[in-house]
């Protein structure tokens, strides 16, 4: 990847994000998952408000791309998981008009074989969003015990085969490479199956490597006080686990109760048009929720 490889990526749901989130001349942006910076630059150019809005990323090269593509505009480009981000700005007392979460790997990750998020490219059992973190997929792979891959692989792959993959796993033990481990799980569905086997698993080691559940259930609440009375927060998620996730907060926070402090936006998720679809074929498991804050709470 090179650093103006932004040129070549297209944001997810772009016109339905800016439908939901609504940016005016001067308000401020907070962009939880900023990426390639491809949302943030459209929402940042309708609102002209650089100085008072914040991009995060936990991605090292997603750093390096936005410092080059907004460069010298006074915008604020912190490295660090979404979590601590929301969690220093509470602390620091700002707030925002507009919240963007558009959560997942992005090509950055998937394209890259070194990163090891794919078996279709071969690389080594990584898997890290942040390189800074320490637990890399070889070592739950290599050192967790069977029940922990067991609940791994059921709760975050929903892998219907959960035990006898962990079985498996262990017995082929040390695994280094991506190819190596989508070999093993194959073992347990031989056969022709539409969706490689090793799918679900890919899916689960990457969700437990990152945390990936844990930063969202616990970030939605720091987000909503972040946001200004009448400020908007959209979240796109890829799995149904993350989408159950930002619904369940949103019941929550918005349904018709008297002291609810949402207004949803999206009674169901907004999805990818066949277009978008057939341009950017990852769009096809989008789903957008959005809300407005309706009071402080
Ligand atoms: C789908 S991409 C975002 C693309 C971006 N919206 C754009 O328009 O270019 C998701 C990004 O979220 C980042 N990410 C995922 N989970 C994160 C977390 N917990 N904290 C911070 N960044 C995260 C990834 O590193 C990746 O760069």
């Not at 994000?17 to 150019?45: F, K, R, W």
């Not at 969690?87 to 070194?114: C, K, N, P, T, Y």
């Not at 927060?233 to 949402?262: C, M, N, P, T, W």
């Amino acid at each position: 990847m090179t650093d103006d490889s932004y040129q070549i990526h297209t944001p997810v749901l772009l016109a339905e994000v800016l439908s939901c989130l609504q940016p005016q001349a001067g308000e401020n942006y907070l962009d939880a998952t900023a990426g390639y910076g491809g949302h943030a630059d459209s929402i940042l150019t309708q609102t002209g408000n650089y100085a008072d809005s914040v991009v995060v990323d936990r991605d090292a090269r997603a750093i390096t791309t936005l410092e080059t593509r907004f460069k010298d505009v006074g915008l604020a480009i912190r490295h660090e998981d979404y979590y601590a981000a929301a969690s220093h700005l509470v602390e620091e007392g700002r707030q925002f008009d507009m919240i963007l979460a558009d959560i997942g790997v992005s090509s950055l990750h998937l394209d890259e074989a070194v990163r090891g998020f794919s078996f279709a490219n071969d690389g080594p059992l990584d898997m890290r969003m942040d390189q800074r973190v320490a637990t890399t997929a070889a070592h739950l792979v290599n050192s967790a015990s069977e029940d922990e891959l067991i609940n791994i692989l059921a709760r975050y792959g929903e892998e219907p085969k959960a035990a006898k993959v962990a079985r498996l796993i262990i017995a082929a033990r040390p695994l280094q490479t991506t190819a190596e481990l989508a070999t093993v799980v194959k073992k347990a569905w031989p056969g022709h199956s539409r969706v490689h086997p090793a799918t679900r698993t890919f899916q689960a080691l990457r969700i437990a490597v990152n945390d990936e559940l844990g930063q969202l259930e616990r970030s939605l609440p720091l987000w909503h006080k972040l946001l200004k009375p009448g400020g908007r927060l959209a979240v796109i998620s890829f799995h149904s686990l993350e989408d159950r996730v930002v619904k369940q907060f949103f019941a929550e926070q918005g349904g018709d109760f008297f002291d609810a402090s949402l207004k949803i936006l999206t009674k169901r998720p907004l999805t990818a048009s066949a277009t978008e679809i057939v341009s950017n074929p990852r769009s096809r498991s989008a789903k957008l929720r959005a809300a407005v804050k309706i009071k402080t709470k």
